[in-house]
Nanobody, 129 residues
Framework: HVRPEESGGGSKQSGGSLTLSCKVS????????VAWFRQAPGKEREGVAA?????????YGDPVKGRSAISQDENANTTVHLQIHSLTLDDTARYSC?????????????????????WGQGTQVTVSA
């Protein structure tokens, strides 16, 4: 069984930055894609970023492209960090970490939430002016 666990989030100021972390535990011997999704009240869930832990290839959703970075922890190879800079009120949402184990030539790019079987509890991020 695979279990993602988020940390970080909270209240942030507009224009500031945030760092979210996702620690993945359990059976992690396969190829792993770790993704962040977010959902604001009244809106659909949207992809934020993803990282293939095998190739370390990052992928970014349009809402955060150019102002975010997703990376593997230097000391824990199944922990992923997501930084988002230049925060706006539109970044207010519940952020969830999701994981899928895969084989073959699959990749993390532009994957839909239903393709991820393992989810964390989520962490709230609230950006204020």
């Amino acid at each position: 069984h695979v279990r993602p666990e988020e940390s970080g989030g909270g209240s942030k100021q507009s224009g500031g930055s945030l760092t979210l972390s996702c620690k993945v535990s359990g059976n992690t011997l396969s190829k792993i894609c770790v993704a962040w999704f977010r959902q604001a009240p009244g809106k659909e869930r949207e992809g934020v970023a993803a990282l293939d832990l095998g190739t370390l290839t990052p992928y970014y959703g349009d809402p955060v492209k150019g102002r975010s970075a997703i990376s593997q922890d230097e000391n824990a190879n199944t922990t992923v960090h997501l930084q988002i800079h230049s925060l706006t009120l539109d970044d207010t949402a519940r952020y969830s970490c999701a994981v899928v184990l895969y084989t073959g030539g699959w990749n993390c790019q532009a994957r839909a939430p239903y393709q991820f079987p393992y989810w964390g509890q989520g962490t709230q991020v609230t950006v204020s002016a």
